[in-house]
């Protein structure tokens, strides 16, 4: 593997979620400055998830048209300009319109980069380089609300917003020094439009869809179990809220650490294998949550074990993804990334009906099933692929 390559993406792969969920520990210092309703605060994560999902759908087909290096420059350049402006932001309209350039700019770095990385890295080496791509996304989601919370401490809520942008630029940089552009045939004069029949393909290739709603399915268990988890702890058991970050951050750590051996696994037993092994294992943990009653230091067992499990089969899925249509491959992962996502925002909506009249145990009967159903998903995924070869 080109590590001189392979840094700057894995760089640029920690800024979206790092922007994403970072702010979160801005929100009440956000809400008591503007004097603003902690709701209407939090509509600032809302305003970034939003476009990174829908122009996600679309970015990896414009650079499948256009050169991809200028089309991951531009990202960089557009969440660098949305980071800087959020830092500048007088009140919370600003915000969230600057949170949206954001998010666009994100849109542009997530796909593409999985996308790449796949184009980087030998066949038989794929899979180990996807796990170091879920390492650089953990660090991200692990890292951001700590980082967001030294600076905001140390020098001001703005500079955090500051920092992204600069680590934004410093990524871009150091992309545009390591890559080759791509060189378009003479005469070939691509248009957005163009674009459509390119995101209309790959949407339509034999097992796209199938992963793309195993991921999505995925990520409402994994969510659902973090989020419900958290507010059942604090509302009805009133746990400190350390504790509560301490049982949930692990999940992440345990992620950062077994994300390349699962890469390793996928390649040398196969991805459908490892996918099937980490869903069993978090399938446990769920089951072992939803039929014993609450003590800290098993529960802090089962969520080490559960961020194992969710990470190896991230690190499967995601492999797969980038090796699917390897013709196709930038804006497939486009696709991919987008329904992924969309679990995200859909997992609290989707759970709340079983969380509200039924409490916890529902939501972890329901993230059991989401597994099941991703699960299937994935080995119909899979036999769709194989069919079309």
Same mark, same amino acid.
């Given at each position: 593997?080109?590590?001189?390559?392979?840094?700057?993406?894995?760089?640029?792969?920690?800024?979206?979620?790092?922007?994403? %969920?970072?702010?979160?520990?801005?929100?009440?210092?956000?809400?008591?400055?503007?004097?603003?309703?902690?709701?209407?605060?939090?509509?600032a994560?809302? #305003?970034?998830?939003?476009?990174?999902?829908?122009?996600?759908?679309?970015?990896?087909?414009?650079?499948?048209?256009?050169?991809?290096?200028?089309?991951?420059?531009?990202?960089?350049?557009?969440y660098?300009?949305?980071?800087?402006?959020?830092?500048?932001?007088?009140?919370?309209?600003? @915000?969230?319109?600057?949170?949206?350039?954001?998010?666009?700019?994100?849109?542009?770095?997530?796909?593409?980069?999985?996308?790449?990385?796949?184009?980087?890295?030998?066949?038989?080496?794929?899979?180990?380089?996807i796990?170091?791509?879920?390492?650089?996304?953990?660090m991200?989601?692990?890292?951001?609300?700590?980082?967001?919370?030294?600076?905001?401490?140390?020098?001001?809520?703005?500079?955090?917003?500051?920092?992204?942008?600069?680590?934004?630029?410093?990524?871009?940089?150091?992309?545009?020094? +390591?890559?080759?552009?791509?060189?378009?045939?003479?005469? /070939?004069?691509?248009?957005?439009?163009?674009?459509?029949?390119?995101?209309?393909?790959?949407? +339509?290739?034999?097992?796209?869809?199938?992963?793309?709603?195993?991921?999505?399915?995925?990520? %409402?268990?994994?969510?659902?179990i973090?989020?419900?988890?958290?507010?059942?702890?604090? +509302?009805?058991?009133?746990?400190?809220?350390?504790?509560?970050?301490?049982? @949930?951050?692990?999940?992440?750590?345990?992620?950062?650490?077994?994300?390349?051996?699962?890469?390793?696994?996928?390649?040398?037993?196969?991805? %459908?294998?490892? #996918?099937?092994?980490?869903?069993?294992?978090?399938?446990?943990?769920?089951?072992?949550?939803?039929?014993?009653?609450?003590?800290?230091?098993?529960?802090?067992?089962?969520?080490?074990?559960?961020?194992?499990?969710?990470?190896?089969?991230?690190?499967?899925?995601?492999?797969?993804?980038?090796?699917?249509?390897?013709?196709?491959?930038?804006?497939?992962?486009?696709?991919?990334n987008?329904?992924?996502?969309?679990?995200?925002?859909?997992?609290?909506?989707?759970?709340?009906?079983?969380?509200?009249?039924?409490?916890?145990?529902?939501?972890?009967?329901?993230?059991?099933?989401? %597994?099941?159903?991703?699960? #299937?998903?994935?080995?119909?995924?899979?036999k769709?692929?194989? /069919?079309?070869?």
């Open positions: 593997m080109d590590l001189k390559k392979l840094i700057p993406l894995y760089l640029g792969a920690i800024i979206g979620p790092m922007g994403g %969920i970072g702010i979160v520990t801005l929100i009440p210092v956000l809400s008591k400055i503007w004097a603003i309703d902690f709701g209407a605060a939090s509509l994560i809302t #305003f970034y998830m939003f476009p990174f999902v829908l122009v996600q759908l679309f970015s990896g087909s414009i650079a499948q048209l256009f050169d991809a290096r200028k089309t991951l420059l531009f990202g960089f350049i557009v660098a300009l949305g980071g800087t402006l959020c830092g500048l932001s007088p009140n919370l309209w600003a @915000l969230l319109g600057s949170r949206i350039i954001q998010g666009v700019g994100a849109a542009f770095l997530t796909p593409i980069i999985m996308a790449l990385i796949g184009e980087l890295v030998p066949a038989r080496h794929v899979g180990k380089a796990g170091l791509l879920g390492v650089a996304y953990t991200g989601v692990t890292l951001g609300p700590l980082i967001s919370g030294l600076i905001e401490v140390a020098y001001g809520w703005p500079w955090f917003f500051y920092f992204l942008g600069a680590l934004a630029v410093m990524a871009g940089l150091l992309y545009w020094f +390591t890559s080759e552009p791509m060189e378009l045939a003479q005469g /070939e004069r691509p248009h957005l439009l163009g674009a459509l029949p390119i995101f209309k393909e790959a949407l +339509t290739r034999p097992g796209v869809l199938h992963l793309s709603f195993a991921a999505f399915s995925f990520f %409402i268990a994994y969510i659902g973090m989020t419900f988890t958290a507010d059942h702890l604090k +509302t009805n058991l009133d746990l400190p809220s350390d504790e509560i970050g301490a049982l @949930l951050s692990i999940t992440g750590f345990s992620g950062i650490i077994v994300s390349p051996i699962a890469g390793f696994l996928g390649d040398r037993l196969g991805r %459908i294998k490892v #996918f099937f092994g980490g869903a069993a294992i978090a399938l446990a943990c769920i089951g072992l949550m939803s039929s014993v009653s609450f003590s800290y230091w098993p529960y802090f067992v089962f969520f080490l074990l559960f961020g194992t499990g969710a990470a190896t089969a991230w690190t499967s899925l995601n492999t797969m993804a980038v090796q699917i249509s390897p013709e196709l491959r930038k804006p497939v992962t486009s696709v991919y987008a329904i992924k996502f969309a679990g995200y925002a859909f997992s609290p909506v989707i759970l709340s009906f079983l969380y509200a009249p039924f409490h916890l145990r529902a939501v972890q009967w329901g993230c059991l099933g989401a %597994i099941v159903i991703s699960a #299937f998903l994935g080995s119909l995924a899979q769709r692929e194989r /069919e079309r070869r």
